[in-house]
Nanobody, 115 residues
């Protein structure tokens, strides 16, 4: 059974930084595309960033230059370094894995950015 466990969320002032982590188990991690999504109240869940099994990142336009996604296959962990945070970044952030036909989600971690 695949488990994705996020950590690292919290409250930060605008302009600050946070690093999210997602520890995966029950999956061939090195073969999976891993991603981060977010959902703010009243909004649909949206893609923030993803990283392929080969380590190629892809970002939503609204985070380019501010967020960095990375992975450590030895630790089965994907990270999201978030810098220059803005109040508009406030949301629940979810970890996602995609391997073959299987898609899995974590429970989410709250990120709140105060102005």
């Amino acid at each position: 059974q695949v488990q994705l466990v996020e950590s690292g969320g919290g409250l930060v002032q605008a302009g600050g930084s946070l690093r999210l982590s997602c520890a995966a188990s029950g999956i061939i991690f090195r073969g999976a595309t891993m991603g981060w999504y977010r959902q703010a109240p009243g909004n649909q869940r949206e893609s923030v960033a993803e990283i392929s099994s080969f380590g190629a990142p892809n970002y939503a336009d609204f985070v380019k230059g501010r967020f960095t996604i990375s992975r450590d296959n030895a630790k089965n962990t994907v990270y999201l370094q978030m810098n220059s945070l803005e109040p508009e970044d406030t949301a629940v952030y979810y970890c996602h894995s995609h391997l073959g036909p299987n898609n899995n989600w974590g429970q989410g971690t709250q990120v709140t950015v105060s102005s």
